[in-house]
């Protein structure tokens, strides 16, 4: 099992910049992904991006590419979203999730999940 912490989030003006991380620690599989999902009132919890286990390969939602990059500092097991250019409609709470295995933007295929970060992102 692998224990995830966000951090990060908060409130922003639109134009603006936020960075959430997401410490992680437990047992991880030789072989796994981080991907980071957001869920706003009243929606589906949506994929925004993730990164294999070495940080070689990132994949993105067409949402927030060019905007938001996912990059992970392995000495410290931690994962970052880099979000840039704000948008009011980015306002959602930001959860970080662990996958054995490779790409993908189903949220039923990941097997563990932090307690979530709110971001707000006013006009």
């Known amino acids: 099992q692998v224990q995830l912490v966000e951090s990060g989030g908060g409130l922003a003006q639109a134009g603006g910049s936020l960075r959430l991380s997401c410490a992680a620690s437990g047992r991880t599989f030789s072989s796994y992904l981080m991907g980071w999902f957001r869920q706003a009132p009243g929606k589906e919890r949506e994929f925004v991006a993730a990164i294999n286990w070495s940080g070689g390969s990132t994949y993105y939602a067409d949402s927030v590419k060019g905007r938001f990059t996912i990059y992970r500092d392995n000495a410290k097991a931690t994962t970052y979203l880099q979000m840039n250019t704000l948008k009011p409609e980015d306002t959602a709470v930001y959860y970080c999730?662990?996958?054995?295995?490779?790409?993908?933007?189903?949220?039923?295929?990941?097997?563990?999940w932090g307690q979530g970060t709110q971001v707000t992102v006013s006009s």
């Open positions: 999730a662990h996958r054995p295995g490779g790409n993908s933007s189903d949220y039923s295929t990941y097997d563990s």
